[in-house]
Structure formats: C-alpha cells, structure tokens
C-alpha cells in the first residue's frame, strides 16, 4: 500500500494545523489589546516577541514570516518593539532567504 508516503490530503490539514500555536497566540494578544480591564493586562514588548516568534516559526512559509513582520510594525507603533521583536523578524526572513527582503 501507501506505507511511508505522503498523503497529500493530510499534508494541508498538518499545515494549518501547525498554525494553530501562532493564531492561538495572535488572538490572546489582540484580546490585552482591546478595552482595558482590571484582570487582564496591557501588551508589552514580550508579549508582542512572543507573538511575532510563534508566527516566524509557523510552517506556513513565506505567509508566517509576513504576520511576523505585520505584529512588528503594530509592536513599533505602540511603543514595544524591542531587539527581540527585530531579530525575530530578520532571523524569520532570513531563514526564508527571500532576496526581496
């Protein structure tokens, strides 16, 4: 039989459900983004590295590392961007070895 091959329908459920870490993490950080509240606190700089390094490691590529990039610049426009939110981004990118960015 099929012993030891792919099963390509299997392959794109795996895909997305490989994801599922970095949308689960997207979600959490966009709810400490809304509305105050007493129990749940602001984002800051490690929340949002956190994030961003979920998405760089996501299998989803080149899609994963753009979200990654996409958190840095909502990071850098609130004020918590710090070294780790870039170098998770640059090694992000760099391990895509997209020439364009």
């Given at each position: 039989g099929n012993?030891?091959?792919p099963n390509p329908h299997h392959t794109t459920n795996k895909?997305?459900?490989?994801d599922i870490p970095a949308q689960r993490a997207?979600?959490?950080l966009e709810h400490m983004e809304q509305q105050p509240h007493p129990?749940?606190?602001?984002?800051?700089a490690a929340s949002y590295s956190t994030v961003?390094?979920?998405?760089?490691?996501?299998?989803?590529?080149?899609?994963?590392v753009q979200?990654?990039?996409q958190l840095l610049g909502k990071a850098h426009s609130n004020k918590c961007a710090?070294?780790?939110c870039f170098n998770?981004?640059?090694?992000?990118?760099a391990k895509q070895g997209d020439p364009q960015r």
């Open positions: 012993r030891g091959r895909k997305q459900n490989d997207q979600q959490l129990h749940i606190p602001n984002p800051n961003i390094v979920a998405w760089g490691q996501s299998k989803q590529q080149p899609w994963g979200q990654a990039e710090n070294q780790v998770a981004v640059l090694h992000a990118w």
